[in-house]
């Protein structure tokens, strides 16, 4: 797997892979020892190797504390191109496009909660469609499907899903302007339109949280966050099969087009940013990501419909981040500010104070960074800082990565098991089926305690 890969030690928690070969920059890994030994169990390191030979790379290829075997780049990979020399690959991206997370803040304690818990959870397994394959509870036309991938969140709430409020909190606000619906094929449209609205299946979640430690009150406060026992909920979702069929129709143009034989790997198949091909794929792209903004937004409506239906509550967005993306944004590479398409494959993004695409509410403290747990851990909000810019264009964790295939978990767990284990922690899980239970259960994935600063300035 990853053992016979060069890597040298060059900080407490950042590794190094040297440029060799066709290698055009240093691959860099940031992972304690434990989780470094965890990537080495799969093809994490040879993969981000290989992304370190890609066309226009700048500066590194990155693996972050989460980073695992993916399609191309490992999941938990970053790495940006320049805008002229540079390429822009489906692998870099996911076939999820846009799969992120919704933190939403209320304003109940865990004591209220705990009178009404399973009546509230009863209500959103009932109002907000979810599992394999579900559709969603809204039936759009084509054409108005259309305008939701141009219009992303605001389409949502033009409809009467949501307020204002919840796409200024939301990353690019909801929407990327350079999609294009025209550059969607008809078989995505085709997939996308049953399924707008609904939370689907795999390691997509719909949590309830409560705030259990707070280390920054002025950052919390800023965000909403006043004390600890505060209920919070969390969405984590994407643009469903609409953006499955962009990845697999682009992927297919690509190979057509460019063939294999440049590449280290063929799951890397790519276009140059510039040609006609790449800003098909980069509009296309975008598109996919305003379905899964207006996805999650519909599915924040029937949240306080839900919740409004058991007990009186107030419901606010605290920020929208996003995975599975790549975005043109202005980075430093050797003294120079340079515009490149950074590519983030479950990753996020945490820029620090001042960045002009942070909410204005926001910029100040930088840009709230959201890491969900598994099941049966915790999940974080934290901040973006200036280091995070100067290290990783940005970009932190996205999530608890995996140590166990969905194959291996179902091998191990059962379902009913692990709903049993949950419950002795006063845990309370509902799922369209046991297969899913097993699959996500805590023991395959890292505890994000293992990459997240005790401080959010950290």
Not at 18 to 32: E, F, L, T
Not at 195 to 211: D, K, T, W, Y
Not at 324 to 341: M, Q
């Amino acid at each position: 797997m990853g053992n016979n890969i060069e890597i040298k030690r060059t900080g407490e928690y950042e590794w190094r892979i040297p440029r060799i070969g066709n290698m055009k920059v240093d691959a860099i890994i940031y992972a304690s020892e434990k989780l470094i030994k965890d990537m080495q169990k799969d093809i994490t390191l040879q993969q981000i190797k290989n992304v370190a030979m890609l066309s226009g790379i700048q500066k590194y290829a990155i693996a972050l504390p989460d980073a695992h075997q993916g399609y191309g780049f490992p999941i938990g990979g970053v790495a940006a191109f320049d805008i002229n020399e540079g390429i822009i690959s489906p692998g870099g991206v996911g076939y999820d496009i846009n799969c992120s997370v919704r933190l939403l803040k209320t304003d109940i304690s865990i004591k209220e909660f705990l009178k009404y818990r399973h009546k509230i959870l009863e209500t959103i397994f009932r109002n907000v469609p979810s599992g394999v394959g579900r559709g969603g509870r809204t039936r759009i036309t084509k054409d108005e499907l259309k305008d939701v991938l141009e219009k992303g969140a605001k389409w949502a709430v033009d409809q009467g899903y949501g307020k204002e409020g919840d796409w200024k909190k939301t990353e690019e606000n909801g929407c990327m302007g350079d999609a294009k619906a025209d550059e969607v094929s008809e078989k995505a449209i085709q997939r996308g339109l049953p399924q707008l609205g609904s939370l689907g299946a795999g390691n997509h979640f719909l949590e309830i949280q409560q705030v259990d430690k707070i280390y920054n009150e002025k950052i919390a406060r800023a965000f909403g966050i006043s004390y600890e026992g505060q209920i919070t909920i969390m969405v984590h979702c994407g643009s469903r099969g609409l953006g499955h069929q962009v990845a697999s129709d682009y992927i297919r143009l690509m190979e057509k087009e460019y063939g294999f034989k440049h590449l280290p790997d063929r799951e890397l198949i790519n276009a140059p940013i510039q040609s006609k091909l790449g800003e098909r794929y980069y509009r296309a792209m975008c598109a996919a990501a305003n379905f899964a903004f207006a996805n999650k937004q519909m599915i924040t409506h029937w949240l306080r419909e839900s919740f409004n239906g058991v007990i009186s509550c107030k419901i606010d967005v605290i920020y929208d981040v996003c995975h599975n993306i790549a975005k043109i944004e202005k980075h430093e590479v050797d003294g120079e500010l340079k515009k490149v398409c950074v590519h983030r494959k479950g990753a996020t993004r945490s820029f620090g104070p001042g960045r002009e695409e942070i909410p204005e509410m926001y910029r100040e403290i930088g840009q709230p960074v959201i890491i969900p747990g598994s099941m049966g851990t915790a999940s974080y909000l934290l901040v973006g800082t200036k280091k995070a810019e100067q290290i990783s264009f940005g970009s932190t964790a996205h999530g608890a990565g995996r140590v166990k295939s969905r194959a291996a978990a179902l091998r191990e767990f059962r379902g009913n098991e692990v709903r049993s284990e949950l419950a002795k922690k006063d845990i309370e899980i509902i799922s369209t089926s046991w297969k899913s239970i097993a699959e996500e259960a805590p023991q395959v994935y890292k505890d994000c305690l293992l990459y997240t600063s005790p401080s959010p300035r950290d």
